[in-house]
């Protein structure tokens, strides 16, 4: 896995983060595909295993709303990348003071420009109620940024992150950081 995160290393705007980004496929069978690269990823990262669970199930959301609601404005794809907490009260539990990669983000991008985050009801049909549990896993670390495709030529659109701690930093080297 080390080996595929190197070769899929970010490539994107000026002043984009290093990471790596992974183009997700089209159809039902996109946040099964995000699941998987992100689980293989954060293990690969010295990610502990119930904030994996945890992460896969907020990619899975992302994901599926990517498919749903931006399935004909691709490109999808699948950002992962350091994190700056900001300032010590934003420091995972354990992590040393200015450890780097205190926290890792995952985000979903997607070409869809006319959307923004929905509102969030138990009550009102069936739609936000994925982002509310982003909202609670991400302990509201999480958001919309408009931005640009990191695989494409420069497409507009949107990516919806969410951060995962990492206890004392990342335990390996990153290439590319």
């Given amino acids: 896995m080390a080996d595929a995160m190197a070769a899929g290393a970010a490539r994107g705007p000026a002043g984009a983060r290093p990471g790596w980004v992974w183009a997700l496929p089209g159809g039902p069978g996109c946040a099964g595909h995000a699941r998987r690269v992100l689980r293989d990823a954060l293990a690969t990262l010295g990610v502990l295993d119930e904030a994996i669970g945890d992460a896969q199930l907020m990619v ?9 609601h931006a399935g004909d404005h691709g490109p999808h794809e699948l950002w992962l990348y350091l994190g700056d907490p900001a300032g010590p009260d934003a420091r995972p539990p354990g992590a040393p003071a200015g450890a780097a990669g205190a926290e890792v983000r ?25 982002l509310s549990i982003v909202r609670e896993l991400s302990r ?3 958001g919309m940024l408009r931005t640009l495709s990191r695989l494409g ?3 507009r659109g949107k990516a919806v ?10 335990q390996q080297p990153v290439p590319g950081f």
């Fill in 60 to 68: 899975s959301e992302l994901a599926t709303n990517a498919h749903q």
């Fill in 106 to 130: 995952c985000a979903v991008f997607d070409a869809y420009l006319d959307a923004s985050l929905p509102g969030y009801s138990w009550t009102s049909g069936d739609c936000g109620r994925g």
């Fill in 140 to 142: 509201g670390r999480w």
């Fill in 153 to 155: 030529p420069g497409v």
């Fill in 161 to 170: 992150w969410f951060a995962v701690p990492v206890r004392g930093g990342v």
